[in-house]
């Protein structure tokens, strides 16, 4: 997101909101799609379900590579030429 959105809704009857078309714009999700909310003490943070989940996959990951040993483009060349000779029974 580009640029900070501030809207307020209503809660209404049921425990329901419309959530602002502003703030779905910002989120790029359209009618029909989804949201992900995400409570963190005193604030609710209201995410693209994607956008978290490669976010949740990137902090999982963070280090693995290094881990691994492997430090350049070189290195992951190396790696993926070795799995699929592994694979093909070579």
């Not at 290094?66 to 290195?75: F, N, V």
């Amino acid at each position: 997101m580009a640029k900070t959105v501030v809207v307020s809704a209503k809660l209404k009857e049921k425990n329901q909101i419309t959530i602002p078309k502003e703030i779905l714009a910002a989120l790029g999700v359209g009618v029909g799609g989804n949201v992900t909310f995400i409570a963190q003490k005193d604030r609710v943070v209201m995410m693209n379900p994607a956008i978290y989940a490669a976010r949740v996959m990137q902090e999982a990951m963070r280090g693995e590579a290094r881990r691994a040993g492997i430090y350049s483009d070189d290195d992951v060349l190396k790696l993926i030429k070795e799995i699929r000779e592994e694979e093909s029974g070579q």
